[in-house]
């Protein structure tokens, strides 16, 4: 991929709720774009309200045939698939996503990525042990501890998992009302945090978090975008979004040919972010 081109993710979800397609291209702005394929009933909910998040059914709504179902809807037209929900992820666990992530690059002969398995890699990225998990009130608390589950079965210590005690609709919260509620009820004994749920649409709390509180902070569209460039090799640069893109190298994945053409030539995207930065 030049670095003028135009990255296109195909989205796979099983949730109404717009994520993915408003975060991606607000963190890439004119560098990524999204398609959208909604599985099972999806489509047919209302798009701003998520609801009550029932682990029942997931596996099901988000099985491998569904998926291959979906998929053509996005092809030949994407660059890379990303199967964006979170609680998908911990309902199936994590070796059966990894195994419906394998099947489906296999079965279309593409990248795909998966924000749980995203979040695994990029929290063994930078060496983390023990993690603070932030889920939206829509998860529950049956959600919330297989979230636990998830990242304990790949050996983290999660030191805390909560549901946020705000609104329960994904169009009542914005960034900054997650920021103070995660600075407000951070472990202290935390690494990092992820906020999970890729329609809690967090992504821009991220920058303010971190400097506030000196922890590496991953959101669920955050770390699916970087999974995705990294899996791809786009050399996108991404700023203004967390330290997860501030240590990423776009050219690494280049050919030793053209590693010296792509630092020089790779697309910075600066994104002000919309909090002042603090101190932690």
């Keep these: 991929m030049d670095s003028g081109e135009l990255l296109t993710v195909g989205v796979l979800t099983p949730h109404a709720a717009p994520g993915p397609e408003v975060e991606m291209p607000d963190m890439a702005p004119g560098r990524v774009r999204v398609e959208v394929a909604r599985i099972g009933n999806a489509a047919s909910r209302p798009s701003g309200n998520a609801g009550s ?25 994407v660059d890379v698939l990303a199967f964006a929900s979170t609680s998908s992820g911990y309902a199936l666990g994590h070796d059966e996503e990894l195994a419906l992530v394998k099947r489906l690059r296999e079965r279309w002969e593409m990248p795909v990525c998966a924000a749980c398995l995203s979040a695994v890699s990029a929290l063994r990225s930078r060496h983390v042990k023990r993690i603070s998990l932030v889920h939206p009130p829509w998860f529950g608390p049956s959600l919330n501890e ?20 705000l ?7 914005e960034p900054a009302m997650v920021a103070e509620w995660v600075a407000q009820h951070l472990c202290h004994r935390a690494e990092a945090v992820f906020i999970g749920g890729n329609g809690f649409r967090a992504a821009r709390a991220v920058h303010h978090l971190e400097s506030r509180t000196g922890r590496l902070v991953l959101e669920a569209n955050q770390v699916l975008l970087w999974s995705v460039l990294e899996s791809t090799g786009a050399p996108i640069a991404v700023r203004g979004f967390g330290m997860l893109f501030d240590d990423r190298r776009p050219d690494r994945n280049k050919d030793k040919g053209e590693t010296g053409h792509a630092r020089r030539h790779s697309v910075h995207v600066d994104v002000a972010g919309r909090f002042r930065r603090q101190r932690p």
């Design 53 to 77: 998040t029932s682990a029942d059914g997931l596996p099901t709504r988000s099985g491998a045939a569904v998926l291959d179902e979906a998929a053509p809807a996005l092809l030949p037209a």
């Design 146 to 165: 297989l979230g636990a589950e998830y990242f304990r079965s790949q050996g983290f210590e999660v030191v805390d998992a909560r549901l946020a005690d």
């Design 167 to 173: 609104p329960d609709h994904p169009s009542q919260i």
